[in-house]
């Protein structure tokens, strides 16, 4: 993998059980439904993430659990107030959609927050992450389901 640029390495949903036995151990105790994407995110230093929202219109998803796996506590995830009028919907592929500010000086700063530990975190509010260290990749391992449900609808 190539960490000294933004960059991502998707898992495939049947590489988990052998890949990563624990956390699929977890999952199946945990959630009533497999994620459907499994990517590992790379934030090199001193860059930043575009600000977004994932996967909006008919593939939505609403939420998603971010694992941090190094360098963390020198990045911050940062929220925004953005107008509904100065958002546009990115399509890729056939399904996958994002959405960006179209201009993003008129967005404002919600909160930011060191994510440090696993976190389940809104994914349907303007966001972007900050790597602010002189020398370390920031890695991140984020899962997203393929369900509108809120979170809580999908515990066992």
Not at 17 to 42: A, C, D, G, R, V
Not at 100 to 120: E, G, Q
């Amino acid at each position: 993998y190539n960490i000294d640029q933004t960059s991502s390495h998707s898992l495939k949903n049947n590489d988990i059980p052998n890949e990563l036995p624990m956390l699929h151990n977890w999952l199946s105790k945990t959630f009533k439904l497999y994620p459907i994407i499994y990517k590992f995110y790379f934030l090199p230093p001193k860059t930043s993430m575009k600000p977004h929202i994932d996967h909006r219109g008919s593939y939505r998803i609403p939420w998603g659990l971010n694992i941090p796996v190094a360098n963390a506590n020198c990045a911050k995830l940062c929220f925004y107030d953005c107008p509904e009028e100065n958002i546009k919907t990115k399509i890729v592929g056939r399904h996958i959609a994002y959405a960006a500010p179209m201009d993003p000086t008129k967005m404002t700063l919600l909160n930011s927050y060191v994510v440090d530990a696993p976190c389940i975190l809104r994914t349907d509010v303007m966001h972007d992450a900050i790597n602010n260290s002189e020398t370390l990749t920031r890695i991140m391992f984020l899962l997203r389901w393929n369900d509108s449900r809120k979170y809580e609808d999908l515990l066992i």
